[in-house]
Structure formats: structure tokens, C-alpha cells
């Protein structure tokens, strides 16, 4: 489980505001404004962590084990649609 407490690790320092960039972290605007993909390497899995950074909380919207070099379209979608939810929630609760 050291991957386990390589995400918690690299999450936090995100939540502190510190600002990850490559390798660790890149930037997808394919999935829209203030989203990133955080890299995690275990061995012989990849990991990949899809986050926003929003004013008050980082949202995570989905983690995966990537085994192919192009973001699957099916994860943008998921992402896309998750992140869509948690706005509406948001908006409901204000």
C-alpha cells in the first residue's frame, strides 16, 4: 500500500496550496478550468488521480490505474459529469 501514502502525501501538499507541475502534475483542460492529473508510480500500475482546485476544497472526481499513454475518453466523461454534480450540489446549498 505505499501508493496509498504517496496520494495522501502529494494531495495534502495540493491542499496547502502548493502547486504541483510536471512529472507529478499536468494540467487538463480537456476536463476544464483548474483540473490537473496528479501522477502516482507503484511499480509495475500507474495511478492517476483527476483533481480540481476550487477556492474552499481540492474535489477529487476520480482515481484510476492508467495503462495506455492517452487519457481514455470514457475518464474525461466521468470526471466532466462528476465535477457538473458536486456544482450543482454546491449551488443548491447556498
Do not use: N
Not at 8 to 28: D, F, I
Not at 42 to 63: E, F, K, M, S
Amino acid at each position: 500500500m505505499q501508493h496509498g501514502r504517496r496520494q495522501a502525501a502529494l494531495l495534502a501538499l495540493v491542499q496547502e496550496g502548493t502547486e504541483l507541475g510536471m512529472p507529478r502534475s499536468r494540467r487538463l483542460r480537456v476536463i476544464g478550468p483548474r483540473c490537473h492529473e496528479l501522477r502516482i508510480d507503484d511499480g509495475d500500475v500507474t495511478w492517476r488521480i483527476i483533481y480540481r482546485i476550487d477556492a474552499a476544497a481540492v474535489v477529487v472526481p476520480h482515481l484510476f490505474a492508467k495503462k495506455t499513454r492517452t487519457l481514455p475518453k470514457r475518464v474525461i466523461e466521468t470526471c466532466k459529469h462528476r465535477l457538473a454534480t458536486y456544482d450543482e450540489q454546491m449551488k443548491r446549498r447556498r
